[in-house]
């Protein structure tokens, strides 16, 4: 049985937070639970039982749930609701789209905020990834990846270009530091091998979509656990591409069976893939060929108003 989570954006039909179970023998959503006190949790985090989500209640901030005791914390100190979500063992991090900024909370009592770094007002903040003692931000609006040294107080030792109006989104590591993102405004995907001081150059590995008549929007990318595929969705034309690391091609590019496919998830022993709709409101699932990466999609459908963000009861990595 996978048990996981689906967050939303804030509207009439949608305040609260969605819990689900599916059932891989049968193939079937088993449970749906809407839990309250979960406003605008658009993006969300798990990790050794603690559930981090953003919120905003009068003022934008962040929760944490601790479901082996069912003890909720409320911080309330941004004025935007961030879109991005992240944790390790003794912090929360989340990335503000609007704002330009990057919070860092302890993950202690009251959840004070330890840190704030200010990029820039509108730098589009899209992510924060946390490798060793970096972080690395996409900034879709600057066209770059700024990365920050916590051993440094956060400064910000390196920013990693990305060509002119390429919109770097997200992004996954491998375990040798190779770093994969997806660009939303050019539809790429990019590589670039990290070295020690989190430095390298960025190359262009597959365009995504090459009709002009018809725009895409990259939104998420996945990586198997295996690291032999990349998953990508693409907003607007409603796909999800399969990426072959070894070939370095596209192996298949599918229908998500929705309309706005904003994330995606792949479920730990890797058999399937989940992918939420915001504009027709779901969730959707593929089941995987571990050998070959290729989907298919099932019949199993879920309800979720303004999907955004899927989290299973298992580790991130």
Not at 163 to 184: C, D, I, M, Q, W
Request: include cysteine.
């Amino acid at each position: 049985m996978i048990k996981g989570y689906a967050g939303s954006y804030a509207s009439e039909q949608s305040q609260c937070l969605i819990q689900f179970c599916f059932d891989e023998t049968t193939k079937q959503f088993t449970k749906r639970k809407e839990l309250p006190g979960f406003e605008d949790a658009k993006y969300l985090s798990y990790a050794n039982k603690k559930l981090a989500a953003v919120c905003h209640r009068n003022a934008a901030g962040i929760t944490l749930w601790d479901i082996s005791c069912d003890k909720t914390m409320t911080h309330l100190s941004e004025t935007k609701t961030s879109c991005f979500i992240t944790q390790d063992d003794s912090y929360i991090y989340t990335a503000n789209y609007h704002e330009g900024t990057i919070s860092v909370y302890k993950k202690v009592q009251d959840l004070p905020l330890i840190k704030r770094i200010y990029i820039q007002e509108a730098a589009g903040c899209h992510q924060v990834l946390l490798l060793e003692n970096y972080l690395l931000v996409p900034c879709l609006l600057l066209d770059a990846i700024y990365v920050f040294d916590r051993r440094k107080d956060f400064a910000c030792v390196h920013i990693l270009p990305f060509p002119a109006h390429s919109g770097p989104r997200h992004g996954v590591f491998t375990k040798n530091k190779y770093l994969y993102v997806v660009s939303e405004l050019s539809n790429e995907l990019f590589m670039c091998h990290m070295n020690e001081k989190m430095q390298g150059n960025v190359q262009v590995v597959q365009k995504l979509w090459d009709t002009q008549n018809q725009k895409a929007a990259a939104a998420a990318i996945r990586i198997d656990a295996q690291e032999k595929f990349l998953y990508i969705t693409l907003r607007e034309v409603n796909q999800i591409i399969v990426f072959d690391r070894k070939a370095k091609r596209i192996v298949q590019r599918l229908s998500t069976m929705g309309d706005h496919p904003r994330d995606m998830q792949l479920s730990k022993d890797g058999r399937f893939v989940f992918v939420i709709h915001r504009f027709s409101h779901d969730i959707r699932v593929f089941e995987r060929d571990e050998k070959s990466g290729l989907l298919q999609p099932l019949r199993a459908k879920l309800h979720v108003q303004e999907g955004v963000c899927i989290v299973f009861e298992q580790e991130e990595s």
